[in-house]
């Protein structure tokens, strides 16, 4: 993890967090003293981790906490311990992170550890998901070009498929580049 977000009403408190982040290796940090700032911030620029001190002027910071982990981020909510398994309760299914007031430094450690292993998770599953999207664009891109072969060069479906498959190693290009050169060329007709 490398950058952080700290949401918290008071200096003291973006304060105390910037020196526990910075104990943990976490030197890039920016600063929120509100929910619509930290929203701003978010919408600007992206981090590994958002740490939101409850509460915030203008709003409690679950909301935003749940956000924050909903648009595949990690972030840890900092609550009064007298509420903490009620807050817990609300935020725990859409991964959020709690942490009872007053922090326990190793606690606190620990929880950022556990921050980075679960954004580590996330990067992959979103690698993983933009492969696979990208796979369903092609093949997509290729069933529309196979029907334009079939519709406009009398082919079978098998005989489209060799087809491109051939361009595509004769031109040393992938089979998708040659199915968009085949919409171009068919759909202006």
């Not at 203008?58 to 935003?64: I, K, N, V």
């Not at 992170?97 to 007053?102: G, M």
């Amino acid at each position: 993890m490398d950058s952080v977000l700290i949401a918290a009403g008071s200096e003291k408190a973006r304060q105390a967090l910037a020196d526990l982040t910075k104990l943990c290796g976490l030197s890039a940090q920016s600063f929120a003293g509100c929910g619509n700032d930290a929203r701003r911030l978010l919408v600007e620029n992206d981090y590994d981790l958002v740490l939101i001190n409850t509460p915030l002027p203008d709003e409690f910071g679950s909301d935003l906490a749940v956000a924050v982990c909903e648009g595949f981020g990690s972030a840890i909510l900092l609550v009064k311990a007298d509420i903490a398994d009620e807050i817990c309760e609300k935020v725990e299914c859409s991964g959020v992170l709690v942490i009872e007031k007053p922090v326990n430094r190793h606690m606190f450690f620990q929880s950022i550890r556990m921050a980075g292993v679960q954004q580590s998770r996330m990067n992959g599953l979103q690698r993983e998901n933009k492969k696979l999207k990208d796979k369903i664009e092609e093949i997509r891109t290729v069933d529309r070009a196979k029907c334009l072969l079939i519709q406009f060069e009398s082919m079978t479906e098998t005989e489209a498929h060799r087809y491109i498959e051939k361009q595509a190693m004769d031109h040393r290009v992938s089979r998708r580049q040659i199915a968009q050169d085949i919409l171009c060329e068919y759909e202006k007709t």
